[in-house]
């Protein structure tokens, strides 16, 4: 069964970090290109970051150019988002999925919230 299943999400105060994961099962992780998301309410789900399949070339958003890590390891099937001082606009539910379609179907994602 094709899943992706985000973590690590949580409530945390502006300059804090946290560390997310996505654990991917079904299909041929390692092969593909993966990227984070995030959908903040009431706006449209943006790509955050992206890594290719051996973890040679990664791509941020301007947003979090300098604050947010991706990583992955395609032997644990897992990808990796660490965030570093966090800003209250981070705040959105962030989501893990191929780069490219077709996608696989989304997770429910994990809540990020930046507030003091």
């Known amino acids: 069964q094709v899943q992706l299943v985000e973590s690590g999400g949580g409530l945390v105060q502006p300059g804090g970090s946290l560390r997310l994961s996505c654990a991917a099962s079904?299909?041929?992780?390692?092969?593909?290109?993966m990227s984070w998301y995030r959908q903040a309410l009431g706006t449209e789900r943006e790509v955050v970051a992206t890594?290719?399949?051996?973890?040679?070339?990664?791509t941020y958003a301007d947003s979090v150019k300098g604050r947010f890590t991706i990583s992955r390891d395609n032997g644990k099937y897992t990808m990796y988002l660490q965030m570093n001082n966090l800003k209250p606009e981070d705040t959105a539910v962030y989501y893990c999925?191929?780069?490219?379609?077709?996608?696989?179907?989304w997770g429910q994602g994990t809540q990020v919230t930046v507030s003091s």
């Open positions: 999925n191929k780069a490219s379609t077709p996608r696989t179907p």
């Open positions: 890594i290719n399949s051996d973890s040679t070339g990664t």
């Open positions: 079904g299909f041929a992780f390692g092969y593909y290109e």
